[in-house]
């Protein structure tokens, strides 16, 4: 079966700007959750979605938004583009709320790399 | 707060050769889960295991093995007979009640280069 598909895969942005990264999780999947991957920074996390509902956030400014459609697919927007936000963005789902204490394996795409130039 | 310290920046190793990648996590919870995760270079991370914190029982996967041990708050991975598909980083990570498993907290990563 399909496996998380993440869009764009590469893109290049101007300081300012903003940009959206799509993801579509792996079919049947409800939950959705965003990690940032940076060289200084490492994996971060930066929330999750379940039931177009965001269940859990990470420590990121305002700027970061994301929200989940009612076919689980989900978005993250990153308002007024600074150097610092070029990174990986990874996406995972998982087929219910990962909670931990379920049996809930979590899947991650391949990711956006997102470059502010 | 919860931290995981992979020492281990970068490892090389020639195929073949056993190799152990270490992790140290740090956490006032008593119940707690511990993952371990690979990242090949196109990006995606690869689940590999997912151990709770009142399991302690090793556990071995074909040429992996993990060694969980309460008592210094590591959690080991080896790879045994390395080969050139094992490069990648790697990633410990570890996630708390309350909370969900989505909402880890990773270790820097181990790059692991095998050469032939």
């Known amino acids: 079966k399909a496996g998380v598909t993440q869009t764009p895969r590469y893109l290049i942005k101007t300081r300012g700007q903003q940009v959206t990264l799509s993801c579509s999780p792996i079919?049947?999947?409800?939950?959705v959750s965003w990690y940032q991957q940076t060289p200084g920074q490492g994996l971060q996390f930066l929330f999750e979605?379940?039931?177009?509902?965001?269940?859990n956030k990470g420590n990121f400014p305002g700027r970061f938004s994301g929200r989940q459609f009612s076919n689980s697919r989900s978005e993250m927007n990153v308002s007024t583009l600074e150097l610092g936000d070029s990174a990986l963005y990874l996406c995972?789902?998982?087929?219910?709320?990962?909670?931990?204490?379920?049996?809930?394996?979590?899947?991650f795409g391949e990711g956006s790399w997102l470059t502010v130039v | 707060a919860q931290k995981v310290t992979q020492a281990q920046t970068e490892i090389s190793v020639v195929e073949k050769e056993d190799v152990t990648l270490d992790c140290v996590y740090e956490?006032?919870?008593?119940?707690?889960?511990l993952f371990w995760y690979k990242q090949p270079p196109s990006g995606e991370l690869v689940f590999l295991i997912r151990?709770?914190?009142?399991?302690?029982q090793n556990e071995i996967s074909g040429r992996y093995s993990w060694n969980f041990q309460k008592s210094t708050s590591s959690f080991n991975f080896t790879i045994t007979a390395s080969q050139v598909v094992d490069s990648a980083v790697y990633f410990c990570?570890?996630?708390?009640?309350?909370?969900?498993?989505?909402?880890?907290?990773f270790g820097t990563g181990t790059r692991l280069q095998v050469t032939l």
């Open positions: 995972a789902s998982s087929l219910y709320l990962a909670t931990i204490s379920s049996g809930n394996t979590i899947y």
């Open positions: 956490t006032r919870d008593t119940t707690y889960y």
């Open positions: 151990r709770n914190s009142f399991d302690e």
């Open positions: 979605y379940f039931s177009e509902t965001q269940r």
């Open positions: 990570a570890l996630a708390t009640l309350p909370g969900t498993a989505s909402k880890l907290t």
């Open positions: 079919s049947g999947h409800r939950s």
